[in-house]
């Protein structure tokens, strides 16, 4: 036992930040305590070093009572967790914290006296976090039955004098551990990580983050085999879980991986943890202090061997971008060298850095906080030149964020940058600048701050997830839009298992109200929830939803509504990147100037604009019609039943059924539009039959349609549906009248659209719409229920029509053809 190797563990700030935590650490330290010899590091509790670099900040400002009063904050965060852990003693560990505290009060008195805080003083004031962290852990674990000692990093860890992230002495170090480890087998030693000490004894800190830096300096010192950091994450994930709801835990990761997401700036990992690990073959393992079950992630020598495993985003936040150009090209100039070399003797630390290949211009990105230093050392460096104007002045874009992909076998797989820029390009983020190293395990890039969420999401679901999410944002409650919720609930687990798709109902909007959550809306009780938002006076511009809407990943405007005018709304989104799939017939049957400068919008953008549905609801007819021309054919005839709610009440008369009931039924099972004039007049029709002879390239409007309506105009527009549906029983008996005619004459009653493009300049007119006697085997005349159908005569379907025939109205169908075109979209983008 008394030579087994060490094991090395670290307890991050929130690991040790409240009771429940703390509790948890301590259980856990004691069970492998008995296992093996151990080592602990930890860092300070919760957010305590930002509250020092606050105080720090205050006493700066001569606020010596408000540094005071951080640091009475920390000190309560101390003791509260003390006392919960310990309650017997808690007053003797308050004393002790107290004691612990007082040269840090002092010290911020100094500070606020001369108002300047000097580097060492800041790392003198940064490390009373951690050490007051590891006293009291010792403490605690000894009350609790677990023998361990305060041991002082800064007696152990070696560094020069760069305070704030000081460099370690690794001989030095590694000489001191190792005098020390012969004497830590007795009891645990509890160390502050992050702070460390130069030769002669001044206090330093290691960068943020840095404890498990500490740690893994330990395990080298003291040949210990595998570190372990615990946090408050299952493993470190695919993407920062904060930003990435979807990002997941990643098992196995080699060394190499673990410094490229260091050295990119993983929070969770310090830049130069790995270092050390590498060069003495010691594993880490990230693990949750409350999940210590779940093996959290594995970083070693070895990695994963799956080819399939996921892809990591890292992002480093709080950056500036730096541009420095050359006015003229100049072989002497080398003015890559000379900024870095610049950048590097002011201590700057340069995230990225990037080349023009002519080497004329230059990018650099560098910490905010080292933002003036920068300048600084960048216009001393090229004052000269400067002035002399041979240099541009420095260009400066902030806050920005360095945004990278890595993984080990990226090399390998074809076209990554292509798709990590297309991904990006594809939700309008804009890249300020980029590399790809020399190893092919990374790629970065520089975006805008505001982008950071948009741009790792949008990334990491490009990479990672098995599923591609879509973005709906629908308009119209009404049946069609009701069914599409109802279809997209039904429906999310199996496209999302089976097909890779994961539907999100963003938005969801009516005339006058709209839900939004960029997150996703529960389906469940969508409807009732936006019938309860207070409607506006005024029918709202959901544009600057849009503007939310286009930041998602493929976001698709999805208009389940008959209203008209919202071509402005299409228009809006289709300059915003957003798809747009349409059960709506208006935009289409616009003047054709209007129409063809919608459809050329969508194309401007390399949007989709899907409507289908327009057309005999979910039946392919668009499509048909589309391969038909795409593919030579020329298209001589087209004879159609277009209105299923019309063919259902042509069916119902031949039943003997009263026109009055039968529109009413049609109504009630949602065949017709909202206002049934709009089918019986036929100008629903006229609107469909305009789509398909627009689709063959006809220049027509609706003027140029032959209409005899189905039922004779309502002499009153006006009236509500109600009295419209009421005074149709007056044309009952003649409905049945035309019926009985039909029916002895061996027809069956249709309403028909006819488009035939022979008639293209001949004065008579291309499409006509009207009822028609259809005879007994012809197509059409047996259609059953809502059924439509679409024939179309062409130069090679000429003895024999290609039909197209089916259910051609209703909520559900027409709901599941707007489905379709969703899915066709997704499954477009992801073909590509
Ligand atoms: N790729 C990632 N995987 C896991 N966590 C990440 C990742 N990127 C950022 N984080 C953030 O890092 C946090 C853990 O790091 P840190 O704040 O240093 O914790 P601790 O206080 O335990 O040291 C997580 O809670 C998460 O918010
Ligand atoms: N307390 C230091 C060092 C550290 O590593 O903390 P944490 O383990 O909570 O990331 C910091 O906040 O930077």
């Not at 030095?172 to 702070?195: K, M, Y």
């Not at 709209?514 to 938002?533: I, N, Q, S, T, Y």
């Not at 506006?536 to 809407?549: I, Q, S, Y």
């Not at 035309?738 to 499409?767: E, F, H, M, N, W």
């Amino acid at each position: 036992m008394s030579s087994a190797p060490f094991q090395v563990m670290k307890f991050g700030g929130s690991s040790v930040g409240s009771p429940r935590r703390l509790r948890q650490v301590i259980e856990l330290i004691g069970t492998h305590a008995k296992q093996g010899p151990l080592a602990v590091v930890v860092s300070a509790m919760g957010d305590t070093t930002d509250w020092l670099l606050e105080a720090a900040g205050l006493a700066t400002q001569g606020d010596l009572e408000g540094a005071l009063s951080v640091v009475a904050r920390i000190a309560h965060l101390a003791k509260t967790n003390a006392a919960a852990l310990d309650p017997a003693r808690a007053t003797a560990l308050a004393a002790r914290v107290d004691s612990l505290l007082a040269p840090l009060r002092q010290l911020l008195q100094g500070i606020s006296l001369t108002r300047e805080c000097s580097a060492p003083s800041r790392d003198r004031v940064l490390s009373f976090g951690e050490l007051v962290s590891a006293t009291l852990l010792a403490e605690l674990l000894t009350a609790s039955g677990t023998e361990a000692t305060f041991r002082d990093a800064r007696q152990l860890l070696v560094t020069d004098d760069r305070f704030g992230a000081a460099r370690v002495d690794g001989a030095l170090t590694r000489e001191r551990l190792q005098a020390a480890v012969a004497g830590w087998r007795a009891s645990v030693p509890v160390l502050p990580g992050f702070i460390a000490a130069t030769p002669d004894g001044r206090t330093t800190t290691l960068g943020r983050n840095g404890s498990d830096y500490t740690a893994a300096l330990v395990a080298q010192g003291i040949g210990a085999t595998e570190v372990t950091v615990w946090t408050d994450v299952l493993g470190l994930h695919t993407a920062d879980p904060d930003l990435v709801s979807d990002a997941y835990p990643v098992a196995h990761l080699t060394h190499g991986e673990g410094l490229e997401l260091a050295a990119v700036g993983v929070r969770m990992l310090h830049p130069r943890t790995m270092i050390p690990l590498i060069e003495a073959g010691i594993s880490l393992r990230i693990r949750n202090t409350m999940h210590p079950d779940h093996p959290g992630t594995l970083i070693d020598a070895i990695g994963s061997r799956d080819g399939q495993r996921p892809t990591c985003i890292a992002t480093r936040e709080e950056l500036a971008l730096l541009g420095i150009e050359v006015r003229k090209l100049s072989d002497q100039f080398q003015l890559g060298e000379r900024v870095l070399a610049a950048l590097r003797e002011a201590s700057v630390t340069v995230w990225l850095s990037t080349q023009s290949a002519n080497g004329q211009s230059i990018a650099v990105v560098v910490p905010r906080p080292d933002l003036l230093r920068a300048r600084g050392a960048l216009e001393s460096e090229l004052a000269q030149e400067l002035a002399r104007h041979e240099v541009e002045p420095l260009a400066l874009r902030e806050p920005v964020t360095l945004l990278t992909l890595v993984a080990e076998a990226m090399g390998q797989g074809a076209n990554v940058a292509g798709r990590f820029f297309g991904a990006l390009g594809a939700v309008g983020v804009n890249v300020r600048a980029s590399a790809q190293g020399a190893s092919s395990r990374s790629i970065s890039c520089v975006v805008d701050a505001a982008d950071t969420a948009i741009a790792v999401r949008t990334t990491h679901a490009a990479f990672n997830l098995a599923h591609q999410q879509v973005s709906l944002f629908l308009l119209g409650r009404g049946t069609v839009g009701g069914q599409l919720l109802a279809q997209v609930r039904a429906q999310q687990a199996l496209l999302q298992d089976k097909h890779g798709i994961a539907l999100r109902v963003v938005g969801l909007a009516d005339s006058r109200r709209a839900l939004f959550d960029a997150a996703g809306l529960p389906l469940e009780g969508l409807e009732e929830r936006l019938a309860r938002v207070e409607p506006g006076p005024e029918p709202r511009t959901l544009v600057p939803l849009l503007d939310e809407l286009r930041r998602l990943p493929v976001p698709i405007l999805v208009d389940c509504t008959a209203a008209s005018g919202i071509e402005a709304l299409y228009t809006e989104a289709f300059r915003r990147g957003i798809h747009v799939v349409g059960a709506n017939k208006k935009p289409l049957a616009l003047p054709w100037d209007d129409r063809e400068a919608l459809l050329a919008e969508a194309r401007r953008h390399h949007v989709a604009y899907h409507y289908e549905t327009t057309v005999a609801s979910s039946l392919p007819v668009i499509d048909t019609l589309a391969n038909l021309v795409r593919t030579g054919d020329t298209v001589r005839l087209i004879t159609a039943s277009l209105s299923g709610s019309v063919g259902f009440i042509c069916n119902e008369l031949t039943a003997g059924v009263p026109l009055s009931v039968a529109v009413r039924t049609a109504r009630e099972r949602g065949f017709t539009e909202p206002d049934p004039r709009e089918d019986l007049s036929g100008t629903d029709v006229a609107r469909k039959a305009l789509i398909l002879a627009r689709e063959l390239g006809l220049p027509l409007s609706l003027s140029d349609v032959a209409l005899e309506p189905f039922v004779p105009e309502d002499p009153r527009p006006g009236a509500s549906v109600d009295t419209f549906l009421h005074g149709l029983k007056a044309l009952d008996a003649a409905f049945a009248d035309r019926v009985a005619r039909c029916r002895s004459a061996g027809t069956v009653l249709r309403y028909l659209a006819r488009i035939d493009p022979s008639k293209v300049g001949t004065g008579s007119p291309v499409i006509r719409v009207g009822p028609a006697p259809v005879e007994a085997g012809q197509p059409g005349a047996d259609l059953r229920g809502s059924e439509s159908f679409v024939s179309f005569t062409t130069t090679r379907h000429s003895d024999f029509p290609l039909v197209v025939r089916g259910a051609g109205a209703g909520g559900a169908v027409t709901a599941s053809g707007v489905l379709a075109d969703i899915l066709r979209i997704s499954q477009a983008l992801r073909g590509r």
